[in-house]
């Protein structure tokens, strides 16, 4: 534990560094085993069913000027961003230790529009991964679809209250993406088995798979069903 005077001199450098000065004669060292300096390569590319894109706009080799963020659980909600170079190619070369969100956004140009038809076209992908050494992953984005329900936004966290973790205050956004109306009477809204602590690196594959892989059915946490006759 610091003395006084030790915690009085730790915070008088601090108060030098944050406010943009240096501190003096101090010099400051990353401790050994931070697990600071892991870098990440992310290939991003078009989904297979979307190969006739590639083939016209010239992707083939990978998706050029992609958006690819990057946001470690546990910490503030910030997305680190990188854009892909022309071969589809991004790098986040100084990544703490830890579990990752990863995901990747790319809508056409006006010109790449016109040269499909002049229909405009967005792509995404993501997934999460743990982040542990130097690693390179690979993301095909999927091409939107006409018509279809989405859920647009889920949120679902755990929040101290009274010094308890409060762990059900979700929502869920769903979106229509259709021209017509969907009725969502008798569709059913469930989270199957898949949760980032239910796999690696949190349990071994060998443990999780008899119920990822049970023929039998889909292990879940619930399931809800919405209520009505058909139209309402």
Same mark, same amino acid.
């Given at each position: 534990?610091?003395?006084? %005077? ?7 450098? *601090?108060?030098?560094? #944050? /406010? ?7 010099? $400051? ?6 697990? !600071?300096?892991?870098? #990440?390569?992310?290939?991003?590319? !078009?989904?297979?069913?979307? /190969? ?16 690819? &963020?990057?946001?470690? *659980? ?12 022309? /071969?589809g190619?991004?790098?986040? +070369?100084? !990544?703490?230790?830890g579990?990752?969100?990863? @995901? ?8 790449? /529009? @016109?040269?499909?038809?002049? &229909?405009? &076209?967005?792509?995404?992908?993501? #997934?999460? $991964?743990?982040?542990?050494? +130097? ?5 095909? !984005?999927?091409?939107?679809? &006409?018509?279809?329900? $989405? ?8 929040? +101290?209250?009274?010094l308890?973790?409060?762990?059900? %205050? ?58 009505g006759s058909?139209?309402?």
């Amino acid at each position: 534990m610091a003395v006084p %005077h030790q915690r009085a001199a730790v915070m008088a450098v *601090l108060a030098q560094l #944050l /406010a943009g000065c240096t501190a003096g004669e101090v010099e $400051l060292y990353e401790p050994e085993g931070s697990g !600071l300096g892991q870098g #990440l390569s992310v290939k991003v590319e !078009l989904d297979s069913t979307a /190969a006739d894109i590639a083939e016209a706009l010239g992707w083939t080799a990978g998706m050029p000027e992609a958006e690819v &963020r990057v946001h470690r *659980l546990g910490t503030e909600f910030r997305w680190d961003t990188a854009l892909t170079d022309s /071969a589809g190619n991004a790098h986040f +070369p100084d !990544l703490i230790q830890g579990l990752y969100r990863l @995901a990747a956004y790319r809508a056409l140009t006006d010109d790449e /529009a @016109a040269q499909l038809g002049s &229909r405009r &076209r967005a792509f995404g992908d993501g #997934l999460m $991964l743990y982040v542990s050494g +130097p690693r390179t992953d690979t993301l095909a !984005l999927a091409p939107d679809r &006409r018509g279809a329900l $989405l859920i647009a936004e889920q949120y679902g966290t755990s929040t +101290p209250v009274d010094l308890v973790q409060w762990d059900y %205050h979700h929502y869920l956004e769903i979106y229509n993406n259709s021209d017509t109306t969907i009725y969502l009477d008798g569709m059913i809204l469930g989270t199957g088995f898949g949760h980032y602590w239910d796999n690696p690196p949190y349990n071994a594959c060998a443990a999780v798979e008899p119920f990822r892989n049970d023929p039998d059915g889909v292990w879940s946490m619930f399931f809800h069903q919405f209520p009505g006759s058909g139209a309402e």
